[in-house]
């Protein structure tokens, strides 16, 4: 099979997509650049799914240029193009009837979402580190852009600025390690990693963790992600956690395994990670009432799972228990899929609630279920994945990891045994209260009554935007119900074996028990139906200020974390009489005290400040010659310390 065609044909119509707009901010021509991102999408589909049935490896090179123009494909890169492709694709479709709910700016939108797509693509698809470097910037700044589109408003503005920090705070690791391993190799191609001595490539691995980390969402570097979502267009939201993220796990994936020797201590701190990630991303979830923020949390949580299965995979490895390895890392690539796939779908039907309520406050919303049914259940199904219920993909990717969890009787040190055990105990702590948030979220946003004028009146959202989420949710279910089949068949090809039980067998006798246990119920039951309101308590007539909030759901676990939390509750209470006997009215009020912000990056920002501002006075103060002495004495310094580092 031609793959040069279908590769070359997807970036050349992701190129176009990204440049028609820029002639003129038609909408002919924005539904020309979004069908291009489709069309593009789908071509890397059939490109990257052929390249992995074939195993085969594509590469192209093309010099001339300042480092050699260089796309290595292999299997790893072709699964990491296949995910990105197949949300694009759907994103794209969703984006033809959203594009025009945008207030201005469509032209550029489209533009720019067709060069993020193409930048993530060429960062999966690029063997030199320099122009890895290149297309991650590319990444970005289109990101950045995109994140900015509602640039008027204050908290978009703050959105833009942690997320602009923190990319670039995350280049700075990248460069660092680069500029090591080029000085260590002599070459620009990633596949030139040798021999390197132990101090060397342990420092390697830590600027790459947290420069990849910090991408990817990794608490404590994960600041940026719950403010860059909620500023985001949906389908851009659904790019960033469903791909971008991605893309960064695609990064250590990659180095990991071009490294000489991986150390059991690099497992240790990702699996340390990895598990703090998981557990917090979820605590602070649930007390969020933004819909976006919160799937914004969820995010940090799944990359917390994502890196617990590669942090297993390098622990069991070291011991040379390469089976339980294989399961623990075919369990982070599966999930690594399953996320994209399923908080793609939830990103795109919240954008879709959105649209239709004028709102992210959950608590505005409600009754949903009966004006937006399509979006109700593609929402619900997407919860029920990420809530690790069966039988969808989520739970099969969380079952894998509980499988290689469940191994750790063959580690010989018994306090790594007990680090094992404790962040087992966590992962299913996660899982729990992973259910507990969608419950929440599902039953405020759909349920009961609608709790304002918006939600009463909200409307079904127009089909292009149910039917690209339709076919996440189609995918949710086929990699549930079909994960035997599918690994199976993928043993087989690849030599090795996954222990799953058979979901389609479980679901077909579910669904006949089912059958016919309604069946016999609607035979023996009376044929007379009384219709009338839910029982009230007595009272007679219900009202939305008579429902379950979200705030009231979550209360209790909020209280019992309340030391993570670090919440204050604040209570006024105002009487008609001295005595204080007849209540009047009263105020309260929970507020989460911000302890990454204020002791990790307050404390940062507040140094740079006193420095800048005592070099500020340095410049106006100095005469013209003693500044320009300054400078050179600076560049000299400089110089000297490169020169050192290049020896």
Known sequence: MNFEFYYG???????????VPLISDKRLLRGLSILLNIAGSLALIIFSAALLYSKQQFFWQLDGFIAPLSIAIDPLAAFFIIITSIISFCAGIYSLSYAEHL????????????????????????????????FWELMSVASFLLVMSDYKKPETQKAGTFYFIMTQFSTVFLITAFILIYQHTGSLEISELKEMPLSLANIIFVLLFIGFGTKAGMIPFHKWLPYAHPASPSPISALMSGVMIKVAIYGILRFLFIFPEQQLWWGIIILAFGTISAFLGVIYALKEHDLKRLLAYHSIENIGIILMGIGLYIIFGAFELGSIAILSLAAALFHTLNHALFKSLLFLSAGSVVYATHTKNIEEMGGLIKKMPYTAMLFLIGAVSISALPPF???????????????????????????????????????????????KAFGTVFLALPRSKESEHAAEVPKTMIFGPAILALLCAVLGIFSYQIFKFIGRSMGFSIPLPNILGITIVIVLMSTAAISIVSLASEKKKRVSE??????????????????????????????????????????????????????????????????????????????SAKLYKIQNRVELDSYIFYCFIAIVALLAIIGMVTL
Not at 117 to 127: G, R
Not at 397 to 414: N, V
């Open 393 to 439: 993909n989520g739970f099969v990717s969380e079952l894998m990891l509980f499988q290689a969890f469940f191994q750790l009787g063959s580690i010989p040190f018994p306090l790594l045994k007990g680090f094992l055990l404790l962040s087992l105990s966590l992962l299913a702590l996660t899982s729990a209260l992973a259910a507990a948030c969608f419950v």
């Open 534 to 611: 839910t029982w009230g308590c007595g009272i007679y007539s219900q009202n939305s200020r008579m429902e379950y909030t979200a705030s009231g759901f979550s209360e209790p676990i909020v209280t019992i974390f309340a030391p993570i939390y670090r919440t204050k509750k604040l209570n006024r209470r105002e009487y008609f009489d001295s005595s204080n006997a007849i209540f009047k009215e009263g105020y309260a009020k929970i507020q989460m005290f911000q302890i990454f912000e204020e002791y990790i990056y307050m404390p940062i920002v507040r140094v740079i400040a006193k420095a």
């Open 103 to 134: 207030e201005s700016r469509k032209g550029l939108f489209a533009s720019l979402a067709s060069l993020f797509v193409l930048s993530m693509v060429l960062v999966v698809s690029t063997s030199s580190l320099l122009l890895f470097l290149f």
């Open 9 to 19: 044909i997807g970036i050349i119509l992701l190129l176009a997509g990204a440049i």
